[in-house]
């Protein structure tokens, strides 16, 4: 019975050891772990925009890491999700990097779903939530998180309309010409057909006219519609009228109401 208590503790106090000793380790490994997050970047894709946050985890330590997953989820200004994504790596072993590059898509679709005429018109930035978990020596679960913002840019930013000029076209209509200019802040080419539509207080219809819009990403574009309103119906240009803005592209389409006058 003594010498069966007496293995009991020696078991014990080896097991303790053990137990100590994988603390210590496990303790140093994690002190060891680098981990590197670079830029993310914008890229435009089929869909919409990719943004890519390209990183890096050296594993110094002692011991394998098991089943990174890397989970990020996009949401606008008032908390609505636009993505959540997921990157997987099974296994890190110790004395190596693993460089990745988690890909967050964010298709205009989703953009066009929401209240999406001031993210159109205005710069903004969407809020990034980051969630990194891992298994520590398949013994350990490890967590952590942080939060980041990512940049918008509007591809009808500072959108403006000129002043209306006006004057003879034919015996039954005049010629109204106003000056449009915006800043395409996206990392999209913008292609499309830029319309406007004249409208009295009353809701009838003045006068329309388009023009074909190609702005390149980061670029400005200044240019001018014409219409042609009847000879009646051109002192009504000059008071106060609403201008209803459309834009077609293959990709999608906006439009929005601006009073002018």
Not at 161 to 171: E, K
Not at 182 to 197: M, P, R, S, V
Request: aromatic share 8%; hydrophobic share 45%.
């Amino acid at each position: 019975m003594k010498i069966a208590i007496k293995i009991l503790r020696i078991a014990t106090i080896i097991l303790l050891i053990i137990i100590i000793f994988f603390i210590v380790t496990a303790t140093y490994s994690v002190a060891q772990l680098g981990l590197t997050i670079g830029a993310v970047q914008m890229l435009p894709s089929s869909e919409g925009i990719n943004f890519s946050l390209p990183f890096s985890i050296t594993n110094n330590g002692y011991y394998e890491l098991a089943d990174l997953n890397l989970t990020t989820r996009v949401t606008d200004l008032n908390g609505t999700i636009l993505d959540q994504s997921e990157t997987l790596i099974p296994s890190i072993p110790k004395g190596t990097t693993k460089n990745a590059t988690h890909t967050i898509p964010i298709d205009l679709d989703t953009i066009m779903s929401l209240d999406h005429v001031p993210l159109l018109l205005n710069d903004s930035s969407f809020e990034l939530e980051i969630f990194a978990a891992l298994n520590f020596a398949r013994a350990i679960p490890i967590q952590v998180s942080m939060n980041a913002t990512i940049p918008w840019g509007a591809p009808l930013s500072n959108f403006s309309l000129g002043r209306l000029s006006i004057s003879p076209f034919n015996s039954t209509h005049g010629e109204a010409t106003i000056p449009v200019s915006f800043e395409n802040h996206a990392i999209l080419d913008l292609t499309g057909t830029l319309k406007l539509e004249f409208y009295s207080d009353f809701q009838e219809l003045i006068a329309s006219g388009e023009t074909a819009v190609n702005v390149p990403s980061k670029q400005s574009y200044d240019g001018e519609i014409t219409a042609y309103p009847r000879q009646e119906d051109i002192s009504k240009l000059t008071s106060r009228v609403n201008v209803h803005v459309i834009l077609e592209t293959p990709m999608f389409v906006v439009e929005w109401e601006e009073s002018y006058g």
